[in-house]
């Protein structure tokens, strides 16, 4: 399994910041995938600055899936160009672009979420980035096939309520699936204000996976496309992303070996 899902609870910093930063910093090829079912559209008006799609996205894959078409090579050719860098891919597959149209992707689910799993075969991981999690929670297909799903939430006492009242439909959502147990993990966002990544991860009963400072600055490159400031690549978020895309990269390529074994 080469597929990391993202998603935040209300009250809880920016998914796709993050999203954008580990697809810009992953170490290997990668595929960004914009599953928010908001249609917030947020990487190509945030990072991408308002880049037309050309009609491409997932409502095409949807398409090809009603058609019987190969997934997996639709979903390649539904891509954009996130970025090059380091000669590796960086793919971008734009999401929904009506409110409600997620609502119509239920028979997709499945097929679509086994054809990411398979880009693994072709040296090529998944980002997904979920939005915000919904009462409806996360498509069990998706849990499923994702190695690790990490959670966003800030130190605060209402991102930390917040957070474990959405973790139940999270957990349902991951029983609505196979059955099989896969890995859940809290990134915690300027930790100390006033809680500790162990005081949370505790308070949640999940392994803080990753610890993210708050800098708004080096922040805004992700999340808008702002121009790099001048220390950016030494910033603390930037080294702290790059950590996490490393890190990430290797429970992906992990969980990979173990199904091929």
């Known amino acids: 399994m080469a597929v990391l899902v993202l998603t935040s609870c209300s009250g809880s910093p920016g998914v796709t910041t993050l999203a954008v930063g580990l697809a810009l910093t992953w170490p290997r090829p ?5 599953a928010d079912p908001g249609a917030s559209q947020a990487v190509l008006a945030g990072y991408l600055t308002g880049r037309s799609t050309g ?5 095409r894959v949807a398409e090809a899936h009603r058609d019987r078409r190969n997934l997996r090579e639709a979903v390649v050719d539904q891509c954009l160009t996130l970025a090059e860098t380091d000669g590796d ?10 409110p409600g149209s997620a609502a119509h992707f239920a028979g997709v689910w499945d097929d679509l979420a086994d054809a990411l799993d398979r880009l693994g075969d072709v040296d090529l991981d998944v980002v997904v980035d979920a939005g915000r999690l919904g009462p409806l929670g996360l498509p069990p297909a998706l849990l499923e096939r994702s190695a690790l799903t990490a959670v966003l939430l800030g130190s605060s006492l209402r991102a930390v309520l917040a ?3 959405q973790l139940p439909v999270l957990a349902e959502a991951q029983r609505a699936g196979s059955g099989a147990r896969r890995r859940t993990g809290l990134v915690v966002v300027d930790e100390g204000h ?9 308070a949640l009963g999940l392994e803080v996976v990753a610890r ?3 800098d708004p600055a080096s922040a805004a490159h992700f999340s808008d496309g702002a121009p790099q400031h001048r220390k950016f690549a030494g910033a603390p978020l930037v080294k702290a992303v790059r950590s996490t895309a490393s890190t990430f990269a290797g429970v992906l390529q992990q969980s990979s070996a173990l199904v091929r074994s």
């Open 55 to 59: 009609g491409k996205g997932l409502l």
């Open 212 to 214: 993210l400072p708050h």
């Open 89 to 98: 891919r960086r793919l971008f597959l734009p999401g929904f672009t009506r």
């Open 163 to 165: 957070t474990r009242v």
């Open 194 to 202: 006033p809680y500790r990544s162990a005081e949370i991860g505790r």
């Open 30 to 34: 990668v595929l960004l995938v914009d």
